[in-house]
Nanobody, 121 residues
Framework: QVHLVESGGGLVQPGGSLRLSCAAS????????MGWYRQAPGKQRELVAT???????NYADSVKGRFTISADNAKNTVFVQMNSLKPDDTAVYYC???????????????WGQGTQVTVSS
């Protein structure tokens, strides 16, 4: 079993910044990738950014140039630095982990409980 603990959400004014963190623990043999997704009210969950174990990153077009994803592989932790926040960034942000639980190398996925980010004046 894998457990993801997210932190860093909150209320921020437009143009402000927040940094989200997500720490993974449990039965993890090897991490493939970690990432962030978000879901706004009435909308589907969407990709924000991902980072592979080798450091390759991928961003949604809507956050390119404003968000930066990074990871501390030794601590199984992923971060996203969110700058120049806009009201449209308001959503529940979910951490996602793709990993192998054993040397059988079967990819599994786990989700965090979500953290609310609200951008409003």
């Amino acid at each position: 079993q894998v457990h993801l603990v997210e932190s860093g959400g909150g209320l921020v004014q437009p143009g402000g910044s927040l940094r989200l963190s997500c720490a993974a623990s449990g039965n993890i043999f090897r991490i493939n990738a970690m990432g962030w997704y978000r879901q706004a009210p009435g909308k589907q969950r969407e990709l924000v950014a991902t980072i592979t174990s080798r450091g390759y990153t991928n961003y949604a077009d809507s956050v390119k140039g404003r968000f930066t994803i990074s990871a501390d592989n030794a601590k199984n932790t992923v971060f996203v630095q969110m700058n120049s926040l806009k009201p449209d960034d308001t959503a529940v942000y979910y951490c996602n982990l793709l990993y192998y639980a054993s040397s059988r190398y079967i990819t599994e996925a786990s989700w965090g409980q979500g953290t609310q980010v609200t951008v409003s004046s």
